[in-house]
């Protein structure tokens, strides 16, 4: 049963964040992370965003698997794959438009934000950058959205130059409604809440590292 509850808890994260990628793509602004340069690449290459976030993040589970643990790179490709699916889908056959930016933008941040939580506290991440906070998170306390908004900040300013200054302007604002919704989540990692079996076998590679 507990494993269904957080199955379900982590296709919810999904849905929220692919609803929040929707309403960014539509009114053409973008978002940091992984997602943040799919986005950006996406015009460039013609290819999917869905088909980019995905390829993104494939260097980014050798990390997950030495550093976090097996469960938990598995529960992130799915939700990777899972998202990747959603955000076509989405912007393919329900898509979302707001009339203004300033309306968009900060739903957009809730949305994702509040996805985040789901998949955060249920042992989840959506790869790359996600991997990153959880990973900083469980090793050294740092609040997730503190390193969500510092990297962000980065992609954002190379965004400018695909975007221009006012749609990432406009950007600015998701980024910081989802860190805010990001700084009132739980300092203590996820992973450390899950049953003593899994725990064993997320925390193996930790252990190893820190001898």
């Known amino acids: 049963m507990e494993s269904i509850k957080r199955w379900v808890s982590i296709i919810i994260g999904c849905i929220a964040v692919s609803l929040g990628i929707n309403l960014l793509t ?61 955000s076509d889908f989405f912007s393919e056959w329900l898509p979302i438009s707001l009339p203004h930016p300033l309306l968009s933008s900060p739903l957009a941040g809730i949305l994702i934000g509040i996805g985040l939580i789901f998949l955060f506290r249920n042992g989840s991440s959506l790869g790359g950058i996600n991997m990153l906070c959880v990973y900083l998170d469980k090793k050294y306390g740092i609040n997730p959205g503190k390193t969500m908004f510092t990297t962000d ?49 997320d925390f193996s590679p930790l252990s190893e590292n820190s001898l």
């Open 26 to 86: 539509s009114s053409h602004l973008v978002m940091g992370g992984t997602a943040g340069l799919g986005m950006v690449l996406h015009p460039l290459t013609g290819l999917s965003f869905g088909i980019l976030f995905f390829i993104i993040n494939l260097p980014f589970y050798f990390m997950a698997i030495t550093q976090i643990g097996v469960l938990f790179t598995i529960r992130s490709f799915v939700s990777v794959t899972l998202l990747s699916f959603l």
């Open 153 to 201: 900040l980065m992609i954002l300013c190379g965004a400018i130059f695909v975007f221009g200054i006012v749609h990432v302007l406009y950007s600015f604002i998701a980024i910081f409604m989802m860190s805010a919704v990001l700084g009132r989540y739980h300092k203590r990692s996820p992973i450390e809440k899950n049953h003593v079996s899994e725990q064993e076998e």
